[in-house]
């Protein structure tokens, strides 16, 4: 696939399924993403993989969170949440691993993990695969990322979700570049 195509075309999946990327395919999108720009080398990046047969525990993990944040959720809301878990058959965690107090900014680590989140989203679709990349309060609390291996400062950019594009992708508008871009005139 041309590389122009791959950016331009880029776009999130609506609906996801079985088959999801293989070993060698996650392989080849880490690859990717270890290619992000990294301002010092700090490497911030980290990655977990739930596959298929974890997702019921992913499911449980964002019900708990809920719970936790609002005690009073309904039945169909927690099951809401646990079904998430099934929009794909492989999901990846993608985190920064903030270097606090370093002369890098955080925020400059922050995107970093962004950046390199969105070469495994460009990755999958140049090996066939469709990817939606989504956050919510899971994104954010402290026990999900415990559950994930990371540092209660570390911070989760998205769940990147990869499978089997089903049917088209986000009906979202898409801007116009001249909305967007202008010439400084000093």
């Known amino acids: 696939m041309d590389a122009l195509e791959l950016l331009v075309g880029r776009e999130s999946a609506t609906k996801l399924a079985s088959p999801g990327p293989g070993q060698a395919e996650l392989e080849k999108m880490f690859q990717s993403a270890l290619r992000a720009p990294d ?13 298929e047969p974890k997702r019921e525990e992913f499911g449980e993990l964002m019900a708990d969170c809920l719970r936790r944040m609002d005690p009073g959720a309904s039945a169909e809301a927690l099951q809401r949440e646990r079904e998430k878990a099934m929009r794909a058959p492989v999901i990846v965690v993608a985190a920064a691993a903030i270097h606090r107090g370093h002369k890098i900014p955080d925020v400059e680590q922050l995107v970093s993990a962004a950046a390199a989140a969105e070469n495994i989203m460009l990755a999958a679709r140049a090996q066939g695969y469709g990817a939606m990349w989504k956050t919510g309060a899971p994104a954010y609390d402290a026990k999900v990322k415990q559950a994930f291996g990371l540092d209660p400062d570390n911070e989760i950019v998205g769940f990147l979700y990869l499978g089997t594009q089903i049917g088209g992708g986000s009906p979202a508008a898409r801007p116009q570049v001249q909305d967007l871009v202008s010439v400084w005139q000093g």
Request: charged share 25%; hydrophobic share 45%.
């Open 39 to 51: 301002h010092g080398r700090l490497r911030p990046w980290r990655f977990v993989v739930i596959p």
